[in-house]
């Protein structure tokens, strides 16, 4: 199983970044996706999930800010954040979630200067 993130990198206050994770060695349609993220010194916390039909939920911290979807056709989770601050600043990784099992890509570093 592999779930490889992209699109992570450096942006000011009040841009925009899409992140995308590709997975293989998994039956996509079959796991609910989300994102997650670490910042330093503190614990791995939930950003996003989506589940295989489409039923989305946010972290108070980016509703109405990030936007998660996926493409089940193209085995691809994708995060699209706007209006991005300084806290959102750490590693943001990919889940692949069942009652099989779980699933972690390696993460992509995100960036906001203030």
């Known amino acids: 199983v592999q779930l490889v993130e992209s699109g992570g990198g450096l942006v000011q206050a009040g841009g925009s970044l899409r992140l995308s994770c590709e997975a293989s060695?998994?039956?996509?349609?079959?796991?609910?996706m989300g994102w997650y993220r670490q910042a330093p010194g503190k614990q791995r916390e939930l950003v996003a999930t989506i589940t295989s039909g489409g039923t989305t939920n946010y972290a108070d911290s980016v509703r109405g800010r990030f936007t998660i979807s996926r493409d089940n056709r193209k085995v691809t989770l994708y995060l699209q954040m706007n209006s991005l601050k300084p806290d959102d600043t750490a590693v943001y990784y990919c889940?692949?979630?069942?009652?099989?099992?779980?699933?972690w890509g390696q993460g992509t570093q995100v960036t906001v200067s203030s």
């Open positions: 060695g998994i039956i996509f349609s079959n796991y609910r």
């Open positions: 889940n692949a979630f069942n009652l099989i099992g779980a699933y």
